[in-house]
Nanobody
């Protein structure tokens, strides 16, 4: 079992920055991918960025050049630095950890609100 806990988030004006942090605990040796997803109001959950165990990263087109994911394998953490935030980035942001068996563990979510 893996437990995932997020921190960060909040309210920011458009053009501002926020940093989200995520820490995994438990059977962390089994973790492959760690990343961030978000669910805007009234919409489905979508990928924001993910970091694979081999170091490669994947970003949604909508956040490329503005968001940066960083992972510390030794500490089992993954952060998301969000710059140049837009109102359309408003969502609940979830951290996800995927293990060897492709099972997903999710955090409780953290609200990010960007005002115009």
């Amino acid at each position: 079992q893996v437990q995932v806990v997020e921190s960060g988030g909040g309210l920011v004006q458009a053009g501002g920055s926020l940093r989200l942090s995520c820490a995994a605990s438990g059977s962390t040796f089994s973790i492959n991918d760690m990343g961030w997803y978000r669910q805007p109001p009234g919409k489905q959950r979508e990928l924001v960025a993910t970091s694979r165990v081999d170091g490669t990263t994947v970003y949604a087109d909508s956040v490329k050049g503005r968001f940066t994911i960083s992972r510390d394998n030794a500490k089992h953490t993954v952060d998301l630095q969000m710059n140049s935030l837009k109102p359309e980035d408003t969502a609940v942001y979830y951290c996800r950890a995927e293990d060897w068996y492709f099972y997903n563990y999710w955090g409780q979510g953290t609200q990010v609100t960007v005002s115009s």
